[in-house]
């Protein structure tokens, strides 16, 4: 009996993937996306949007960027020119990208332009840029890409990319990063259990703060697809 | 022209000495005595002046002078040193005492302005096509709002089913895009910058046919009618705004190369097989010399054919394909000749896009 007992393998926690929305979920929740459309002027798509049912607040301007960035928007829609004078008078648009992307990296930004010479003089600055929409676009291509970006919002790959940024400059080691990876696709659904997992091959207090954060994400989008 | 600063120039072999707008010219010029000498120098000066550098140097009364080309600054007094028994000279003269900097750089402001190539600042431009594609986003979006089309899938009908004027409203709208987006593409490396999101698709046809019916409600008088032909229900990844533009050179392409638009118009078709889908852009028009069909998609290539009788800048095919490199496709030409008589010069000009269906996600 002993004897067998030597070749037990160990009980493995319930598996609890980490899974894409399906089309269907997407839809039913896209709604819920919380969206910031920064533009001083009146965008007719706006008001057919917030017809349809799409969650937009319109802002004529950031006034105080760390406001903003409290209210936790899923998705920012923002105007090149004529927004930021107080907070980046020189790039504008630009210079408030850069700051939401350094301070909320998961946040989906959406520049809004006219203005496409910009985008090569900001060249940089676009490189971070979730996504570009002309001003001119038409309706149906503008919701094409705002329901775009709401996916990318929901995504769990997208988010866990960025976590897998923070990592890496935490562990050198490459195979532990990827079997932090493994562990997310197989618990990720399951925050403690994959953070027990992940806590038993690194204890990297940074490491384990940043997925921590990661999975209360994940677990935010799931209490939208199915609310408790 | 008066130039800001006293100049000389040569009218008909004729030297000429003229006050500037700032300051005039210093008495010394006006001598008889001198006349002979300042002649001379300045002929030689005029006569060897190159347009890429300002040449900078001292007239024989000892004031400096600036050359650009056509454009001489004379009788000037500068802080270039060695002026030896003339530095009196800016004493004499306080009011024609300049920074040579500054008057190098004042030269070369003139000179692009008499050859309009300042003539307009270029922040005024921007700013004004900006100003532009913001306000005819509000026509297109209230447009887009009174034709209510809720999906790509009934796009064509419900277009179709609009009034002349809602129509009209809405290809004015496109139109101007087009132009907008078609200044874009002169940015430097616009193309190798340009990155496309391939995490969508969207049905080639109806791009098609919807440029089609844009170009047939255009407002051009004695429009060609544009024919197509053909079935795909396939659809491609990437941007379908893009290809749009794509499709669009070629039918715009096809219309203004058409020989007689309203009895011959253009013909598009498409067609696919398992592995690609093909656009077929014919137009009936002059026939183009084969030495010359292997520059046809060269930037700023224009056909000797067309040259004189048509206005154009000769980007248009090399936009095309290089926008056909970002679907995995290629756009080929063939012509083919209305008749084996040599002195009939028309022919079929025939542009095929061919796109692979399994396109990677890259260029």
Known sequence: MKFFSLFKSKKQPKLAPLKELTFDELEKIKFQARIAFVDDEEIPHVNRLREDGYNITQYEDIENIDDFLRKKYHLIILDIQGVGQNISPKSEGWGILKYLKKSAPNLIVIMFTGAEWSITKYKDEANVADDFIGKDLEFLDFKSKLDNGIKKAFSPEYHFEIEKGRILKEISNTQTVEQIKSIVEKYGSDKATALTEIKKITQNKNVIESLDGFFSIINHIKSLVSPI | ?363
């Open chain 2, 1 to 363: 022209m008066n130039f800001g600063y006293p100049s000389v120039n040569n009218n008909r072999s004729q030297l000429r000495f003229n006050n500037g707008r700032f300051c005039n010219l210093p008495k010394e010029y006006s001598k008889d005595t001198n006349k002979i000498i300042l002649e001379r120098f300045f002929t030689k000066i005029l006569s060897d002046s190159s347009s890429k550098d300002v040449i900078i140097g001292v007239d024989p009364l000892g004031f400096t002078f600036l050359n650009l080309d056509f454009i001489c600054y004379v009788g000037l007094v500068t802080n270039k040193k060695n002026r030896g028994k003339y530095n009196n000279l800016s004493k004499k003269y306080p009011l024609n005492k300049f920074d040579i900097d500054y008057l190098k750089k004042q030269i070369f402001f003139e000179y692009d302005l008499v050859n309009f190539k300042e003539y307009i600042p270029i922040e005024i431009v921007t700013q004004n096509l900006h100003e532009i594609r913001g306000l005819n986003s509000k026509i297109g979006g209230n447009i887009d709002n009174i034709m209510h089309i809720n999906s790509d899938e009934e796009w064509e009908e419900k277009f179709d089913n609009q009034t002349e004027n809602i129509k009209k409203i809405y290809v004015g709208s496109r139109l101007i895009k087009f132009i907008l987006d078609n200044i874009k593409f002169y940015q430097p490396n616009f193309f190798k910058n340009l990155k496309i999101k391939y995490d969508r698709s969207f049905v080639v046809h109806r791009s098609v046919s919807k440029m089609i019916k844009i170009y047939r409600n255009d407002f051009k008088k004695g429009r060609a009618d544009i024919e197509f032909t053909g079935r795909s229900s396939s659809t491609i990844k990437g941007e379908k705004e893009y290809f749009e533009i794509l499709i669009k050179i070629l039918i715009e392409n096809a219309l203004k190369y058409s020989e007689f638009p309203k009895k011959i118009g253009p013909k598009v078709e498409i067609f696919e097989n398992k592995k690609t889908i093909s656009i077929v852009v014919k137009s009936y028009g002059r026939l183009i010399p084969i030495t010359e069909r292997p520059y046809l998609f060269s930037k700023g290539f224009r056909s000797t054919v067309n040259q004189k009788t048509k206005e154009g800048t000769g980007m248009g095919l090399f936009n095309a394909q290089q926008l056909s490199r970002h679907y995995d496709s290629i756009i080929t030409f063939e012509c083919k000749e209305a008749s084996q008589v040599e002195s009939i010069d028309l022919a079929w000009n025939i542009f095929t896009l061919e796109i692979n269906k399994t396109m990677p996600n890259t260029v």
